[in-house]
Structures are given as structure tokens and as C-alpha cells.
């Protein structure tokens, strides 16, 4: 039961965070409701990564950054042009 109430925390405070920035890129991308599996997949790996190497340990921010940040860069690389989504020619 442990385990489980960790687990339910990290992906409450994931989503506690990835919903309002998902509010924001909505705007911007199409497919932005991925950024939220996005950010709560990486704040469980990072919760893994504070239990394998230390609560204060760099290697849990360099897990989320990379999670989030290929999760990102994937989601801005697969739209549209701007002219081809506003019909601009």
C-alpha cells in the first residue's frame, strides 16, 4: 500500500501541474492533451529516480527534463505550418 499511495501522489501532483500548462498550449498545439501523460509519466520516473538515487540527487531532474522535454519537442514538431493551419498562402 505503500507504493501505491507514492505512486497516486506523484501522479496527482503531475497532473496537478500538467493541467494548467496544457491549458496554455491547447492554444498552440493540436494534440497538447498528451503534455499531460507527458508530465505525469515523468513525475513517476522522477519519483523511481528519487528512490534509486536520493531525494536530493540531479539525476531526478535530469529524468523529468528529459521525459517532459522529448514529450514537448515531439508535440511541437508534429504540427502544421502556421500559413498551412490559417490557410495563409
Known amino acids: ?7 497516486s501522489a506523484l501522479a496527482t501532483f503531475g497532473l496537478s501541474l500538467g493541467m494548467p500548462q496544457w491549458w496554455l498550449f491547447r ?3 493540436l494534440r497538447a492533451s498528451l ?3 507527458f508530465s ?3 513525475w513517476m520516473l522522477t519519483g523511481t529516480a528519487w528512490i534509486v538515487f536520493g531525494v ?5 531532474a535530469i529524468v523529468y ?9 515531439g508535440l511541437v514538431h508534429s504540427q502544421p505550418p502556421y ?6 498562402s
Not at 536530493?56 to 531526478?60: D, H, L, P, V, Y
Not at 500559413?83 to 495563409?88: D, M, P, S, Y
Request: proline share 0%; no cysteine; net charge positive.
Open 1 to 7: 500500500m505503500h507504493w501505491m499511495g507514492y505512486g
Open 27 to 29: 492554444r498552440h498545439m
Open 35 to 37: 503534455w499531460i501523460v
Open 40 to 42: 505525469v509519466v515523468g
Open 56 to 60: 536530493r540527487s540531479g539525476e531526478a
Open 65 to 73: 527534463g528529459i521525459v517532459t522535454g522529448l514529450g514537448l519537442v
Open 83 to 88: 500559413a498551412k493551419r490559417k490557410g495563409v
